[in-house]
């Protein structure tokens, strides 16, 4: 609860801030807001990652002191973890016998702290952030807005994903009054690619598949492609979301081979489609129109498994519309 979280920045002092895995924009940006937060209230805060910021978020204030650490060594009051799924998101050791505070927007996000504000209403825990600013007391800085717009224009993918609010657009109305300047972030996030991801992303479009149906497709990034493109932890952000700019595609999966015989998957939908419900039959999570999850075995055998599952969502959709739409023709 935010009122459990006031508390703890108010009665303690000494805190860290990381957050999952190759970390994105909403990770990232509500990092490094949180901490220059905290910095403000007069309490001593930083920011600790397993891997490297991604060159697009580098921009941010307070970027070049974020830590590379493989486990908690300082001593912190409490360590904020932000939009992890599970106490091993982060990939730092020792997180478990920290007074842990979790914040995360995904609804099937373990309670795993010590203290967890978990808000599903929310587009980016970015949004969360700048509204804990205002709830307790604290001034939203130029900085602080940086850091907030950049995770709301990241997670709500430039204000076209469906998690986009009144409340969402109402905050970066707010962040860009006090001074944040949209051209420049997104300038920074969506035009300053390295060639390695474009040419990781030219190899990965050119696996690209569809369903005979023409609703769900799906591509690949082997190790292979990724070596080839001297891609790097980063390059494949958002190359998920090509295939469903086709207007006729409502579901995409994206396998990511990390080492011989085991992927990431990234699920992304359109509208009524449900894909955290297909990621949790995997043994993943995340929001109704992206969502993940990481297996391993035979690549061909997971991938129609996961092609199928997304196909069934797609089509209990549309059976479920098409109720909707007879019950408002009978009524």
């Known amino acids: 609860m935010l009122s459990q979280v006031i508390e703890v920045i108010e009665n303690k002092n000494n805190f860290a801030i990381t957050t999952h895995v190759r970390p994105d924009g909403d990770g990232i940006g509500s990092s490094l807001g949180l901490c220059l937060l905290l910095r403000s209230l007069g309490k001593n805060a930083e920011v600790i990652l397993r891997d490297e910021i991604p060159e697009s978020y580098k921009q941010l204030p307070g970027a070049e002191e974020v830590k590379k650490v493989g486990a908690v060594n300082g001593r912190y009051d409490a360590v904020f973890v932000i939009e992890c799924s599970d106490i091993d998101r982060p990939g730092i050791g020792n997180l478990e016998n920290q007074f842990v505070v979790n914040i995360d927007h995904h609804s099937t996000c373990e309670h795993f702290g010590n203290v967890n504000w978990i808000d599903a209403t929310a587009s980016a825990v970015g949004e969360m952030i700048y509204n804990l600013c205002k709830a307790i007391g ?14 709301l224009v990241t997670d709500t993918g430039s204000f076209h994903f469906p998690n986009t609010t009144e409340r969402t657009l109402k905050v970066a109305s707010e962040l860009v009054k006090v001074g944040v300047e949209p051209a420049k972030i997104s300038e920074a996030v969506y035009s300053s690619y390295s060639w390695s991801r474009i040419e990781l ?3 990965v479009i050119s696996t ?6 023409g609703k769900v497709a ?6 292979a492609d990724s070596e080839a493109a001297g891609a790097v932890d980063g390059d494949n952000n958002g190359l998920v979301n090509i295939p469903l700019s086709a207007k006729d595609i409502y579901g ?3 396998m990511r081979e990390v080492q011989p015989g085991t992927f990431r998957v990234s699920l992304r939908s359109k509208g009524n489609i449900n894909i955290a419900r297909v990621a ?3 043994g993943g999570g995340g929001h109704k129109n992206a969502a993940g999850c990481r297996v391993s075995g035979d690549w061909d055998e997971i ?6 599952a997304m ?20 009524a």
């Open 311 to 330: 196909s069934d969502a797609v089509e209990k959709a549309e059976i479920e519309y098409d109720e909707s739409e007879r019950e408002l023709l009978l």
């Open 201 to 203: 992303m030219r190899r």
């Open 138 to 151: 604290g001034r939203v800085s130029k900085e602080i807005a940086e850091c907030v717009y950049l995770a």
């Open 208 to 213: 690209i598949q569809r369903d005979p149906n």
């Open 218 to 223: 799906w591509m690949r990034q082997s190790l």
């Open 303 to 308: 991938e129609k498994k996961l092609v199928s």
């Open 252 to 254: 995409v999966v994206y």
């Open 280 to 282: 949790e039959q995997f």
